[in-house]
């Protein structure tokens, strides 16, 4: 029993840092028929720091300006390939972190037909162009490497789980859930709905807060029609905070809706394997039989949620103390 609890602790205990780990983007634009080239690389921060990332491709680059913010560093290069094209590309210090980078190119108009969108990975830093199968399905793996990068949203999924306890339940809930999400995202994405994500962020927290008191709660939520109204109430929030990172990164413009579709279709199947994990768990692992153990991470899993809400709020009052 001990081992078991031991585990969930490191595990939910590794969440502290709380914000989701947003993919760097690299927008490369060919101006001319020549082979030079405008890069924009952007990096996010992570913990409160930038990750150091730098750009190295088969082209000679010049730095043309840097800005940063506190969600990002974005550097601007010259790229100047002579007479070769853009060939490979290498996100240098990539393998060190969690974090994919998407890159869209787009080229001058008399080779407008190879304007691509792809995915530079950890595992695989540097890239060959020529090698690459470019398409759309790149934003199915952001979607569904962000959910599993979401802490904060893997942490609601489980409240849910725990709350609707009957598997019909939890199928129901979460359906419930994906629809309130993909509306929002899809508002926010479009521009439709613009939301500053800092709050957004504190009260997805604070929800996971409620959750979790919920389920610690004797006369907590038991009424499937009253947790499926919450579900969707906190779900349209989530959908906002889902659209954080798509929204820094963009669509293809020429393939907005194909991509909106296969990020949210990454999110999903992203949400689905982490119902499935925990459902396993919970199977092998007997812990409905122990009342004590049961509830541990419904516990951590508020006490993890109350300390994101608290700093994500300091970061909106701070600025106002000055």
């Excluded at 942490?155 to 993909?182: G, Q, W």
């Amino acid at each position: 029993m001990s081992r078991h609890l031991v585990l969930i602790v490191l595990f939910l205990g590794g969440l502290a840092q709380g914000h989701e780990i947003r993919p760097a983007f690299l927008q490369i634009i060919q101006h001319d028929s020549s082979n030079s080239y405008e890069a924009s690389f952007r990096q996010p921060q992570v913990a409160g720091r930038f990750l150091g990332l730098s750009l190295d491709t088969n082209c000679q680059q010049k730095p043309v300006s840097s800005s940063a913010n506190m969600s990002a560093l974005t550097e601007v290069f010259n790229l100047s390939c002579d007479k070769e094209s853009l060939k490979e590309i290498e996100i240098v210090g990539l393998d060190r972190t969690m974090i994919d980078t998407l890159v869209r190119i787009t080229y001058h108009r008399d080779r407008a037909g190879k304007n691509s969108t792809l995915l530079i990975t950890a595992d695989e830093p540097r890239i060959s162009l020529s090698n690459q199968n470019l398409g759309l399905p790149v934003y199915f793996s952001i979607g569904f490497n962000h959910l599993l990068n979401g802490y904060d949203h893997i942490l609601f999924v489980l409240m849910l789980i725990y709350l609707a306890h009957r598997p019909l339940d939890i199928i129901k809930i979460v359906t419930i859930f994906t629809i309130a999400h993909s509306i929002t995202l899809a508002l926010s994405v479009f521009g439709i709905l613009k939301i500053s994500q800092t709050p957004v962020e504190a009260i997805i927290a604070a929800s996971i807060v409620l959750l979790a008191s919920e389920n610690i709660r004797p006369s907590g939520t038991k009424n499937l029609r009253h947790l499926s109204f919450i579900t969707f109430a906190f779900g349209l929030l989530h959908g906002l905070g889902f659209a954080g990172a798509l929204t820094e990164i963009g669509l293809p413009p020429s393939n907005q809706i194909s991509a909106l579709f296969f990020f949210n279709a990454g999110l999903e199947l992203g949400q689905l394997a982490v119902i499935m994990i925990f459902l396993i768990i919970a199977r092998v692992t007997s812990i409905k039989n122990n009342k004590w153990l049961f509830v541990a991470p419904v516990y951590l899993s508020g006490g993890i949620a109350s300390y994101w809400f608290f700093a994500r709020s300091s970061q909106i009052i701070s600025p106002l103390m000055y």
